[in-house]
């Protein structure tokens, strides 16, 4: 899910990671395609494909992106999606499709040797894999990173995990995790720069609305379930939903409908998630063993050794049991 539009009534400050500490729920799938793809575009196809033509670039993601939590006094906790919202099947068919048309250009490009269009395409075309889910698993077990699997939505599980208090915040860059009530979600951890912190609470103070209220705004600009109404924006929706009280007032007036749109409130609101898992925050990554996990899958010393010396420092500065 992701619902851009909302940055425009989000309560979102620049943080420094340095001013941060905690456990962070990370949505696995959003932050890993990310790193995936930037992983693909900036680095050699010889780096990350076997000799059997596998792709397992996420390695690569994985041992660059960590050290940024352990240099901190962050513990991540990586929540992997489980089953797909029926609503979404919509949206990942035409994602899909949208990846064979950029598979087309890529294939056009290669033929022409476009170097330049060749690498932005690839990143453009990268998905998460058997072989990327099974082996991310693998070595962040290495790691003694702490991971939990969703019944369905990665990021839904995260803001339940904060809304219990179970974690300290929802790392993830999509904004919809404002419409899943996560109290803190810290955005741009994969960037190079520091963090943006968004706030659920002080977003509806600042615009006087109820949870219920803050997803019939989103609703009505349109989310991953939906179309939104036609010349409605977030600011325009927080205005509407003051003057009608909510979703089917604004509708009713109108003249508008929002299909399922019942059934996309309940999936913000009551998602479905669990209590089922456990979190053991005191940290012993096992590097020799990600290492050798690493240069199994034929993964070149040079492109990761940085990254796994970067956590060696933090542990042997700071120790990671002694965070919690």
Not at 52 to 57: F, G, L, Q, S, Y
Not at 89 to 116: C, W
Not at 187 to 194: H, P, V, Y
């Amino acid at each position: 899910m992701g619902n851009a539009a909302l940055r425009e009534i989000a309560v979102i400050e620049d943080v420094s990671f340095d001013s941060l500490d905690g456990v962070v729920a990370v949505d696995a799938h959003n932050w890993l395609y990310r790193y995936l793809t930037t992983t693909v575009r900036f680095t050699s196809e010889d780096a990350y494909t076997t000799e059997d033509e596998t792709e397992v670039a996420n390695l690569i993601g994985i041992v660059q992106g960590l050290p940024k939590f352990f240099e901190h006094d962050l513990i991540p906790v990586f929540v992997f999606d489980g089953g797909v919202t029926d609503l979404k099947s919509e949206e990942i068919e035409e994602r899909r499709e949208q990846r064979e048309r950029y598979e087309e250009q890529l294939e056009t490009a290669r033929e022409k040797g476009d170097a330049r269009v060749i690498s932005r395409l690839e990143s453009r075309t990268q998905r998460l894999t058997d072989v990327i889910h099974e082996t991310t698993r693998e070595l962040l077990t290495h790691l003694d990173v702490p991971i939990v699997e969703a019944p369905a939505e990665g990021e839904a599980q995260a803001a339940h995990m904060a809304r219990t208090g179970a974690v300290d915040y929802v790392g993830s860059e999509d904004y919809d995790a404002l419409l899943l009530g996560a109290p803190l979600t810290l955005r741009q951890l994969t960037s190079s720069g520091d963090p943006e912190r968004m706030d659920f609470e002080a977003t509806l103070e600042k615009h006087d609305l109820t949870w219920e209220q803050l997803v019939d705004v989103a609703l009505l600009c349109g989310t991953d379930f939906n179309d939104g109404v036609d010349g409605i924006g977030p600011k325009t929706a927080v205005r509407k939903i003051h003057e009608h009280g909510d979703l089917w007032g604004v509708l009713d007036t109108e003249g508008e409908y929002v299909e399922h749109a019942d059934v996309i409130q309940e999936l913000f609101l009551n998602p479905n998630v669990t209590d089922e898992y456990s979190i053991d925050t005191e940290l012993s990554p096992d590097i020799g063993a990600a290492r050798e996990y690493v240069a199994d899958w034929e993964i070149p010393d040079t492109t990761v050794e940085r990254g796994f010396e970067r956590v060696e420092d933090s542990v042997a500065q700071t120790g990671l049991d002694d965070w919690m």
